[in-house]
């Protein structure tokens, strides 16, 4: 009786809202209590309205009522947590809008606990136990609470679909199988799961091999980018100490320069000093003699002067001409000039190594193999058939070939759009970024780091590592170089470094009116034939191929570069002659 008293008594103190024991009551003017979030998230659903209501007796109040703590279901609520009952037992636990009630209980509904395969029906424990108990009901085939068993029933005769039929691939009732389904490929539902069973099971292990060596694959790569992250690391550290070593090389030699520079100063301003003192000595005596020989003259008495005086000869004697040569102030210009070239030496070596250092980087590579598609499984033979001969190992792909034709060569075309932060001021963009005009008058461009300031080219904004192609379409007449370009070349100035063709970070190709001409690091290629308003070029990165077509009707080969490209490149369209009527290129 006292278990049966605590229950009614938690059923009392629930909120019908969340169907739990009361957190912090609060009763409304209609006299039915709540949680205090559960009521007012309720009434802020409403407050559009303007109208609130009691969830449970709709009686309405006009303004919101305001909620205060209900102190003495608080008091109660408490006294219940103590004596260990949170809520109603699991077993008694009333159905939500997201679980199976039982199809027995009247009223309020409780959760059910099992479906019934053959009853077609879902029962919570109390009404789950006849199952249990009566011999009958064992047989029949229990499962986790189902809201499909309704689905079991055939929607002709209103009958368990007990039957499959595999003619039409349906599941089916026994009257379907002498009806509509008569002389069809009938089995029972159970047959038919177990040889489903069977193929999934089949299925269900390839896949479980298939996860097997992915996850083997997986943790080969994993050990990789731990591999490269480690190299990486150590080649990072070695790196920091060899350059950090050159740094205190390159000091200690500073330092042992300065050293010597300061040691010679002082040798030769002593030496200078020293010369100094004995000059100003000789003449502090000079004017010593000078002072006494003005005294001499200054004599009234002949026979005093001529007794004193000295003879003219000696006086010449002891008064010797200047013997110091002043040299130009070249002091230490040559330690400077020694190690300005010293600086040009390193800048050199450091240019040319640079490159070697890039391209080992850039071999850092590591190939992923593209997944192989799932077999689909095979429908086991009815007789077991004769044994095939092994297969022949498929011989390894051979490299794709160039293309030849201009459809060929259109199945690696690329989006190319040129890049505003590159064009040069006498340059105009339009058509997306993809033609550009070259202009009389220089244009508002805003100063950007990356812009070409003394030659009229642009890049492209897209870096190319594969395979591509694009067109250049020229009109008017002016002479362009269509070009592929590294991203680090200069950009400020109107030297050859900046200059497509003239350096090596950048290979162009020189459309004139009447010829072609192919230009890399200043050395120029002459090319014969007729000339096109349409220039093809495709780049093969890896392969490291760089072609020239000229575009008409049919494609015919300028020119044709095979190098090592250390670094991704970006095509490169430059104006180099105006003429009147102007010149732009699109990029097709």
């Known amino acids: 009786m ?15 809202i969340c169907l739990d024991l009361l957190k912090d009551p609060v009763t409304i003017p209609c006299g039915h209590s709540y949680c205090f979030h559960c009521v007012k998230g309720f009434w802020d659903g409403e407050d559009q309205k303007g109208i609130h209501s009691c969830p449970q007796c709709r009686q309405t109040f006009t303004p919101r009522p305001v909620l205060v703590k209900s102190t003495m ?44 395969l053959v009853c077609l029906a879902s029962y919570c424990e109390k009404h789950l136990q006849p199952h249990y108990d009566s011999p009958p009901f064992r047989k029949h085939k229990l499962v986790e609470p189902s809201k499909n068993l309704q689905e079991n029933i055939c929607s002709l005769h209103d009958e368990v679909m007990k039957m499959f039929c595999r003619t039409d691939q349906k599941s089916i009732c026994y009257l379907c199988s002498v009806d509509e389904h008569k002389g069809h490929d009938t089995v029972s539902a159970a047959a038919e799961r177990t040889e489903r069973q069977r193929e999934l099971e089949g299925s269900q292990q390839q896949i479980q091999q298939r996860v097997q060596d992915r996850e083997k694959d997986v943790k080969l790569l994993q050990q990789e980018v731990e591999a490269i992250n480690q190299s990486a690391d150590k080649t990072v550290e070695h790196s920091e100490k060899i350059f950090t070593e050159l740094i205190r ?31 100003e000595q000789e003449i502090t005596e000079l004017q010593r003699k000078d002072a006494e020989l003005q005294q ?16 003219v000869s000696a006086l010449r004697e002891s008064t010797p001409s200047s013997s110091i040569k002043i040299r130009p102030l070249r002091h230490f210009e040559a330690v400077t000039a020694a190690v300005s070239e010293l600086r040009e030496k390193l800048q050199d070596l450091l240019r040319e190594e640079w490159t070697n250092i890039s391209l080992r980087v850039t071999e850092v590579d590591v190939l992923l193999s593209e997944p192989e598609p799932e077999p689909e499984p095979e429908p086991e033979p009815e007789s077991e058939p004769e044994p095939e001969p092994e297969p022949e190992p498929e011989p390894e792909p051979e490299p794709e ?14 989006e190319i759009k040129l890049d505003p932060n590159t064009v040069n001021r006498q340059l105009f963009l339009s058509e997306g970024n993809r033609k550009v005009t070259l202009m009389e008058q220089f244009q508002s461009y805003s100063a950007h780091p990356d ?12 870096s190319l590592t594969g395979r591509s192609y694009w067109e250049v379409e020229m009109r008017g007449k002016g002479t ?3 070009a592929v370009a590294y991203k680090n070349i200069r950009r400020a100035g109107d030297g050859n470094e900046c200059l497509f063709g003239s350096n090596d970070k950048s ?51 300028l020119h044709r570069v095979q190098t090592t490209f250390t670094q991704p490149l970006c095509a490169g369209v430059g104006f180099y002659i105006w003429s009147e009527g102007g010149a732009f290129c699109k990029i097709k």
């Open 2 to 16: 006292a278990q049966k008293g605590d229950q009614l008594e938690g059923e009392i103190l629930q909120c019908s």
């Open 73 to 116: 279901l608080a008091a109660l609520v408490e006294q219940l947590k103590k004596t260990g009952l949170q809520a109603a037992p699991a077993d008694h636990c009333y159905a939500g809008a997201e679980d199976v009630a039982c199809d027995v209980c009247s009223g309020r509904k409780l959760k059910a606990i099992k479906s019934c």
């Open 249 to 279: 090389l390159l000091q200690k030699r500073s330092s042992e320069v300065k050293q010597q520079i300061r040691s010679q100063q002082e040798t030769e301003v002593s030496r200078v000093k020293e010369l100094q003192e004995k000059l």
């Open 296 to 311: 001499l003259s200054d004599t009234e008495d002949h026979t005093q002067f001529l007794q004193n005086c000295p003879s």
């Open 401 to 414: 070939p160039e293309p030849e034709s201009r459809a060929d060569f259109l199945k690696y075309s690329c």
């Open 451 to 462: 812009r070409f300031t003394g030659w009229q080219q642009v890049l492209s904004r897209e």
């Open 480 to 482: 362009v170089r269509v």
């Open 507 to 557: 290979w162009a190709l020189r459309c004139d009116q009447t010829n072609y001409s192919f230009w890399y690091n200043k050395i120029k290629t002459s090319i014969s034939g007729p000339v096109s308003s349409r220039v093809g070029v495709y780049l093969d990165h890896r392969a490291g191929i760089l072609s020239f077509y000229r575009v008409s009707g049919t494609m015919t080969l």
